[in-house]
């Protein structure tokens, strides 16, 4: 089982990304899905997340209205959609798959943003 992360890259401020976690061997839909930011020095922090029955969860690192997560089930494929970025939102994303007593973490993706 595991999760890989995709879409980061540079992007200046006030553009958008999607950032990907494909998961694989495992339904990505029948478990809880989360998106952690991590800037370096300071603690893995939780943003958004999806559960089983579709629902967006909201952390503590989580930015408002800009962001919004989603699942594409027959790519079994999680979204994270992040618009009107600022350079704040800089950090390495990180998809993690909640699957019953077990959790799997991507190897993360960065995202700069930058003029």
């Known amino acids: 089982m595991q999760v890989v992360e995709s879409g980061g890259g540079l992007v200046q401020p006030g553009g958008s990304l999607r950032l990907s976690c494909a998961a694989s061997?495992?339904?990505?839909?029948?478990?809880?899905i989360q998106w952690f930011r991590q800037v370096p020095g300071n603690e893995r922090l939780p943003v958004v997340g999806?559960?089983?029955?579709?629902?967006?969860?909201h952390y503590k690192g989580f930015t408002g209205g800009r962001f919004t997560v989603s699942r594409d089930n027959a790519k079994n494929t999680v979204y994270l959609q992040m618009n009107n970025l600022t350079p704040e939102n800089t950090a390495v994303y990180y998809c993690?798959?909640?699957?019953?007593?077990?959790?799997?973490w991507g190897k993360g993706t960065l995202v700069t943003v930058s003029s």
């Open positions: 993690r798959a909640h699957i019953r007593e077990t959790i799997i």
């Open positions: 061997g495992f339904t990505a839909s029948d478990n809880l």
């Open positions: 999806l559960d089983s029955m579709n629902s967006m969860l």
